[in-house]
């Protein structure tokens, strides 16, 4: 009789081993080398001060994991025995009883041994031996003659194009070189008698009311879902399985099929009718079907598998229009305007981080920023299973590039190449049933910088072979191994990428301009040095990348730098500062905009504003431009950080939010009302990316540093605009009919009040706030008594000046506003929700003890006493 499949976790009691040092440490797994030198004190964290030079020596070394455990009897008499790594890091040799079970050079891929002739019911040794990453990388060089890498020394360390490892660990422009190394996900032994589950494909085909037409916001719906569901059985000998498929909707209703097995492959078909269908949280619910495919015998059941599925259907369109080329998503027949960021790995140890909840720190909070898309960037990982099960659940949309770099690969050498399609089958079959997954990309950024990677690895002179490998494998290859195991999702060669360089645009270009097809990298703000209005001159089809750098917050900063070393110049606060003269440049813009402060605290928040500012200029601009189909994607650069550092995140590292996070709620929020400052007029917009028009009641206000109201529309009555679905709109045009001498003082505030009574504001400066001739507010705070609340407070403000940029501290705990570093008039009451942030705040507080601990503040704060 067949037994069913057994499963027995290898997580526990483990020893850490460093010969030469003498070190032996217990640990559990997943915990990497890093993690656990930290957590015993054998060295200090390396995020603090300098420490990260001089932790060279852990990654410099080879490391051993070994166990000792027994199996029950029972589970021996099982014909087949597999044990089952989910992720070495990286470049390993395993052995079980003293024999040699393979080596393994990717921590990217799962690895499966057969280990039914080894193993034994008591005293089982199992070995891992991990081999120095950079020793290998320095080796691979001196074995190829060609030094690949993927930036400066200064910047990261050589060699890693060659090993199929996390880019970022060995440096990048935000991150530190710190490559660790070790068992970075679970081990297992799995016991079966030759028959199990071995995948499950669920395929989603969509039925509409009716056909799609170009320039008609008509648009149709979706009627029926025929899903089907390919299962691979894993069995020596189909004799009479039956195979059962069980779905369960979001409201419980149930569709169930069975089926004797006949072929180690089958396919069931389950019809759908008027489907809850998983949408982007911004356009609905992201509702979810569980799917649960058995394997039983004589009604024992075998093996079981379980999937969460959303019903969606999601495509990147790209089609010919007067501009060039189209290029946005389509969500279950919306064309929706990707609103986000770029990801990075949410640590440097990535086993600590999920411990310490970072996935779900940082997904929250971009969801709380109205955030539906997000691109996993080429340098990191594919993603913990945690990460997309997350997005699932939060209605957040995953473009996934492939880890792969700013770097020329040895795409060329069979047994690298061999490698990585092994990695990637592997991956896409893990991910391709995720609602979230929308887009597959090839790589971040080599396509664009080819030539100056060449340059960089001094490989010139075999400029063809890496290009004939590289148009191989990602313009060939790759798109053919998705197309066989992930037809349903599109495939984009680079990014930024104009199509690739085998030449896939669709349109006939009118104007071969790099505006006018693909996506969009757009560095002149920040690495060029030019002036936020350069992002106007920038009409992209989807802006994947742009960003602007800033400090972290200061509590942050304490948690590395000692008082005597925060000035920005410091030792400590250069080494947490990647970018080359990065530090210079924030400082550099910060003055052209405001007065310099000489109090560090002062600089870090005026860093924030000049961060969050830039890509509020930026974002605007491109949401404006979504009529048409013109510009549908902003993904700045960047959500979150790997260690705390200044950078472009708009999240640190402990998941504070900088100003740019705040802004973001704004500017990303479904409906915008936009002020656009011209030479002699004001223009008012207003973006909505809804599904249904909208009637908003609409009021501005132009007032002057002191306070004084110049102009509001119809004295202070609210106007009501009708907002077509999916479009922006302008309403309104302020003339100046001389140009106001006093421009530079003027602000301009706009609220947009809902249906349902939602306000959404905005705010613009027509002249640099270092010019603004304010006076000091007197803030007035009333506490909204309510006895219910924990952890949070209801506050309603006002203001006797105009105050901007008015931001809310607590002198005791971590707060996230619902609203920070807004703009006051005079005499406005706003009512501000405030709540401690969860992931921070681990105890209960009064309503009060969160009052009494407010400070409010503003732009007057930020000057010189």
């Known amino acids: 009789m067949i037994k069913p499949v057994r499963k027995l976790p290898l997580n526990d009691e483990w020893q850490l081993i460093q010969k030469e040092r003498n070190l032996i440490l217990n640990c559990s797994v997943p915990t990497t080398v890093f993690e656990a030198l930290i957590e015993r004190n054998i060295i200090p964290d390396p995020f603090y001060g300098l420490e990260e030079k001089n932790a060279d020596w852990v990654y410099e070394s080879d490391w051993i994991y070994e166990k000792w455990f027994d199996v029950d009897p029972k589970l021996l008499s099982y014909s087949t025995i597999i044990l089952r790594f989910y992720g070495l890091d990286t470049i390993v040799e395993i052995r079980l009883n003293g024999e040699l079970l393979g080596k393994t050079q990717n921590m990217f891929r799962r690895y499966e041994f057969d280990v039914k002739p080894l193993i034994k019911s008591t005293d089982n040794h199992l070995m891992v031996e991990f081999t120095s990453p950079t020793k290998i990388a ?345 197309n066989q195991y992930d037809p349903q999702h599109d495939y984009w060669p680079s990014s930024p990428s104009k199509g690739g360089f085998s030449g896939k645009i669709k349109a006939s270009p009118l104007s071969l301009n790099k505006n006018n097809y693909g996506d969009r990298h757009y560095w002149g703000v920040w690495h060029g040095g030019r002036p936020f209005s350069s992002y106007r001159k920038q009409h992209s089809r989807f802006m994947s990348e742009y960003g602007f750098e800033s400090f972290p917050n200061i509590h942050t900063i304490q948690e590395f730098c000692p008082k005597d070393q925060m000035n920005i110049f410091s030792p400590i606060m250069e080494n947490h500062q990647k970018n080359s003269a990065g530090n210079k440049k924030i400082l550099n813009y910060m003055r052209k905009r405001f007065s310099m402060p000489k109090e560090f605290e002062k600089q870090v928040i005026l860093s924030q504003i000049t961060q969050a500012e830039a890509m509020k200029y930026g974002v605007e601009h491109w949401r404006r431009y979504r009529n048409d189909l013109r510009c549908m994607g902003s993904l700045y650069w960047q959500l979150n950080d790997c260690w705390p550092v200044a950078s472009w995140s708009s999240l640190d590292y402990f998941g ?88 530079n003082q003027l602000m301009i505030i706009v609220r947009m009040k809902d249906d349902e009574g939602k306000i959404y504001e905005n705010f613009h400066l027509l002249g640099r706030p270092k010019d603004l001739q304010l006076q000091k507010p007197d803030f007035r705070v009333e506490l909204i008594a309510d006895k219910s609340r924990k952890n949070s407070c209801r506050i309603h403000i006002m203001t006797d000046k105009v105050a901007p940029y008015v931001f809310i501290e607590s002198t005791k705990f971590d707060l996230i506003p619902s609203d920070n570093f807004f703009l006051m008039e005079p005499n406005y009451e706003k009512t501000i929700e405030i709540k401690l942030n969860p992931f921070l705040q681990k105890t209960e507080t009064t309503t009060r003890e969160i009052f009494d601990s407010l400070r409010i503040k503003s732009l007057w704060d930020l000057r010189d006493s």
């Open 138 to 482: 320095r080796y691979k060089i001196c074995k190829s003659k060609d030094r690949l890498t993927t930036g400066r020394k200064d910047t990261a360390i050589e060699g890693i194009p060659y090993i199929r490892k996390a880019q970022y660990s060995f440096g990048w422009d935000w991150g530190p070189k710190l490559p660790d190394i070790g068992i970075w996900k679970p081990i297992e032994l799995i016991f079966s008698d030759n028959v199990s589950i071995q995948s499950i494909h669920p395929r989603s085909y969509f039925y509409y009311d009716k056909q799609f037409e170009d320039g008609n916001k008509n648009y149709p719906t979706i009627k029926l879902v025929k899903l089907e569901i390919d299962t691979v059985i894993d069995s020596r000998d189909l004799h009479n399985y039956v195979l059962q498929v069980r779905l369960f909707s979001p409201l419980g209703k149930e569709y169930q099929k069975n089926k004797v097995t006949v072929k180690s492959e089958e396919i069931f078909e389950l019809l759908i009718e008027d489907p809850e269908l998983w949408w982007c949280h911004d356009l609905g619910e992201p509702s979810l079907y569980t799917l649960e495919v058995s394997l039983a015998d004589n009604y024992t059941i075998i093996d079981t598998k379980t999937l969460t599925l959303g019903l969606r259907d999601i495509q990147l369109i790209r089609n010919a229009d007067k501009w060039g080329e189209t290029f946005y998503f389509r969500l279950n027949g919306i064309p929706i305007f990707g609103k986000g960021a770029n990801w990075i790995p949410i640590d440097s140890f990535i086993s600590r981080g999920k411990k310490r909840h970072l996935y779900q720190m940082n997904l929250q909070f971009a969801k709380e920023a109205n955030f539906n898309l997000i691109r996993v960037w080429g340098g990191g990982i594919y993603e913990d299973d945690e990460f997309y099960d997350l997005c699932d659940h939060l209605g957040l949309l995953i473009w996934q590039d492939f880890p792969f770099a700013c770097a020329l690969y040895p795409l060329f050498d069979p047994d690298f190449l061999a490698n990585i399609k092994e990695e990637t089958i592997e991956n896409i079959i893990r991910l391709r049933h995720h609602a979230c997954l929308a887009l597959w990309c090839g790589n971040n950024e080599i396509e664009a910088l080819f030539d100056v990677l060449l340059v960089l690895s001094r490989v010139i002179l075999k400029k063809r072979k890496y290009k004939r490998s590289y148009i191989e494998f990602f313009e060939k290859i790759l798109p053919q191994i998705i």
């Open 656 to 743: 504070r939010w900088k100003a740019l996070h705040f802004f973001a709620r704004r500017f990303y929020a479904p409906l915008l009302p936009i002020i656009l400052d011209q030479s002699n007029n004001v223009e008012f917009w207003v973006v909505n990316d809804t599904k249904s028009e909208q009637m908003l009641a609409i009021s501005y206000c132009i007032c002057d540093s002191k306070g004084i109201i110049l102009s509001r529309n119809k004295e202070s009555t609210e106007e009501s605009h009708l907002i077509p679905a999916l479009s922006s709109k302008l309403i309104l045009i302020q003339e100046f009919k001389n140009k106001p001498r006093n421009k």
